[in-house]
């Protein structure tokens, strides 16, 4: 979806699909898909609040990262 919307230069909601993509991605475990996906949100970002929106998904990220990681070696 976002993809269609960044052809229609409807960036708002291309960042909206793009980060959530990110999001979905990182919480299913496919932690390099969820940074490519959250990196090219970086190049539709137009407000305050959506820059916090891509850091809260990279928190996300690392925080499940760092769980899987002390799961596995523990």
């Known amino acids: 979806m976002a993809s269609h919307y ?3 230069y409807d960036y708002k909601n ?3 699909f793009e980060i959530k993509s990110a999001a979905l991605a990182v ?3 496919a ?3 969820g ?3 959250a990196e090219s949100s970086l190049d539709l970002l137009q407000t305050e609040e959506e820059i916090d929106i891509v850091i809260q998904v990279c928190n996300r990220a690392i925080d499940d990262l760092q769980l899987l990681i002390i ?3 523990n």
């Open 14 to 16: 291309a960042f909206k």
């Open 31 to 33: 932690f390099n898909d």
């Open 27 to 29: 919480s299913s475990g």
């Open 6 to 8: 960044k052809f229609g």
């Open 71 to 73: 799961t596995i070696f």
């Open 35 to 37: 940074y490519r996906l």
